[in-house]
């Protein structure tokens, strides 16, 4: 990345550059310099997890998933698992760029450039386990929903049908949100890049120049957009909870599921977003535009659905014993005390437990506390996904079929190279694209400028910016 040359401060304005010696554009875009070796490193363990999960893949469609740890009556592994782990981590995203902005909270434009990016991410990363679970990948064309001379149609009663249309849809529509808010930072990029970036950012910024008819047309396709996507937070996610719900398996016949996976995939994405930003704050120096003030707030959404989520939590115990159904009894009893009693008690004390520190200001606002919590929250939340999927189905109506579920090592190394995967993607990301919101951050600073110098609006836009 170059400096550019000078400019009037208002045909910078126009061009969508704002000022020449903006230091809010060299700080962001510092971060997608020259890597380092770290970087380095860490992006070459990412591309050796994905390369290793890539073998594994193809050795098991040449042998079949019986290499997998399935143990009859248990065929949906570790594999659906991560599938509803990452459709979790995506709901972040969404909830930051669109539900907040509906709201006006101000507080979201530091944070919601990487949580959209990370919500594309994590959708990628679903995606792929539609067509790893199920083995057979040269048959997937029978999951979409065309006619054909041989008169076959996709059956619409599986949930893997339901799957595909959750996943296809809030893929499409998180892009397109994420693409349409980064095309006035693009324009920032284009103006200060020289060589193959410059053709990159001129090409993707679609000839934004920051006119104000552009700037009309920008800001109606983000709230229209932003009225879209917020539907999805709420339905892709319960779309998922139905692949449960909709069976008679005991342990998830149940009408709480929908909200339930809606509060816990927005706890999980919440909680990835703290993973990643506060080391992306700490080596690129960003203190100044992800503030305490930020982190703060997540950490007081944290808390509030892991209340959420642990009140689930003691409703199904609740409503199992209440029922005086012998088979949710058992199931419910099994989770806690029977052979996978470390799960379930790593999902209650990771989700329900540790995270009511954040009752205190200082654990809030202590970085360090923060990191370690949301990393036990995302373990927490893969587990509690492990439970749910794993007891219901070893432990169902019939003890004469009943087994025990071991993750055999293929199954771990594709986890591990989804981790691999969506972290890759990330790094990428943060050399190429802009990881802070630039326009929207320089927005929020000029109206905190003009605030300040008229008293009487500087009350209302600090509540206001809360």
Not at 41 to 61: D, E
Not at 140 to 168: C, E, H
Not at 284 to 305: G, P, S, W
């Amino acid at each position: 990345m170059t400096p550019p040359p000078a400019m009037p401060a208002a045909a910078a304005m126009t061009r969508g550059a704002e000022l020449p010696d903006s230091q809010t554009n060299r700080d962001i875009l510092a971060v997608m310099g020259r890597p380092s070796l770290g970087y380095f490193a860490l992006l070459g363990l990412c591309v050796a997890s994905v390369g290793l999960a890539a073998a594994i893949w193809i050795f098991q469609v040449y042998q079949g998933l019986g290499i997998g740890g399935y143990t009859h009556p248990v065929f949906w592994g570790i594999y659906i698992v991560t599938f509803v782990f990452w459709v979790g981590i995506a709901h972040a995203g969404t909830l930051i760029s669109a539900i907040l902005y509906l709201f006006r909270a101000k507080w979201r434009n530091a944070i919601n450039r990487s949580a959209e990016a990370m919500t594309v991410f994590a959708v990628l990363t679903a995606a792929q386990f539609l067509g790893i679970h199920v083995g057979r990948i040269w048959k997937s064309y029978f999951i979409l929903p065309y006619p054909n001379q041989r008169g076959l149609w996709v059956n619409f009663k599986s949930p893997l049908m339901w799957d595909t249309f959750a996943i296809s849809t809030y893929a499409t529509i998180s892009i397109v949100f994420f693409y349409i808010g980064l095309i006035p930072d693009l324009a920032i990029a284009r103006d200060r890049s020289t060589g193959w970036r410059k053709l990159l950012y001129t090409a993707l910024a679609l000839g934004w120049q920051g006119t104000t008819r552009q700037w009309k047309s920008h800001t109606r396709s983000v709230l229209h957009l932003s009225g879209l996507a917020t539907p999805l937070v709420l339905s892709v996610h319960s779309v998922v909870s139905w692949d449960f719900a909709s069976s008679i398996v005991p342990g998830w016949h149940a009408t709480i599921f929908a909200p339930y996976f809606v509060a816990g995939a927005i706890f999980s994405g919440f909680a990835m977003v703290l993973t990643v930003m506060i080391p992306v704050r700490r080596i690129y120096r960003l203190e100044k535009y992800i503030t305490d003030y930020h982190f703060e707030n997540m950490a007081r959404f944290l808390l509030l659905t892991s209340i959420i989520v642990s009140y689930a939590y003691g409703t199904e115990y609740f409503i199992a014993w209440y029922s005086g159904v012998e088979f949710e009894k058992s199931a419910f009893w099994l989770r806690a005390f029977g052979p996978y009693w470390f799960s379930t008690w790593v999902m209650i004390i990771c989700n329900g437990f540790i995270p009511q520190i954040f009752w205190f200001k200082k654990a809030r606002t202590h970085l360090p506390t923060l990191f370690i919590v949301s990393t036990f929250i995302n373990i927490g939340m893969w587990f509690e996904r492990y439970v749910i999927v794993i007891t219901s189905l070893s432990r169902e109506f019939d003890p004469a079929v009943w087994g025990v579920y071991t993750p055999s090592f293929y199954e771990l190394g594709i986890l591990a190279g989804s981790f691999g995967f969506f972290a890759m993607l990330f790094l990428i990301f943060l050399k190429i694209f802009p990881v802070i919101a630039i326009a929207e951050v320089k927005e929020l600073d000029i109206h905190h400028k003009a605030a300040h110098d008229d008293p009487k609006v500087h009350g209302a836009w600090a509540e206001g910016a809360r």
